[in-house]
């Protein structure tokens, strides 16, 4: 059974941090690429960042140098650090795996390219 369970949300004023977790089951993690997507009220999911199994990151301009994707092998867990939150980080966060192939290990930000998703985490950013 595909399991993605995210946890660490929270409510922070902006300049704080958060740390998500995603905890996967065994069949989801063994994908090569996974990510964190967010989705604001009103808008499109978006891809934040994603991590190969080989460990190459990518990000979206937004929010590079303040956030860092990182899986941790041993636990079956993604995680999500967010640091200089800032309110259009406002959002639910979502963990999605995908065994979308890619010759680079670069993994896709893109939402129709992944199979498995959890159920999402709520980050609230106030000025």
């Known amino acids: 059974q595909v399991q993605l369970v995210e946890s660490g949300g929270g409510s922070v004023q902006a300049g704080g941090f958060l740390r998500l977790s995603c905890a996967a089951s065994?069949?989801?993690?063994?994908?090569?690429?996974m990510g964190w997507f967010r989705q604001a009220p009103g808008k499109e999911r978006e891809g934040v960042a994603a991590?190969?199994?080989?460990?190459?990151?990518t990000y979206a301009d937004s929010v590079k140098g303040r956030f860092t994707i990182s899986r941790d092998d041993a636990k079956n867990t993604l995680y999500l650090q967010m640091n200089n939150l800032n309110p259009e980080d406002t959002a639910i966060y979502y963990c999605a795996a995908t065994g979308w192939p890619t010759r680079t290990g670069i993994c896709p930000r893109t939402r129709h390219l992944y199979d498995y998703w959890g159920q999402g985490t709520q980050v609230t950013v106030s000025s």
């Open positions: 065994d069949h989801a993690y063994s994908r090569d690429c």
């Open positions: 991590v190969h199994s080989d460990g190459i990151t």
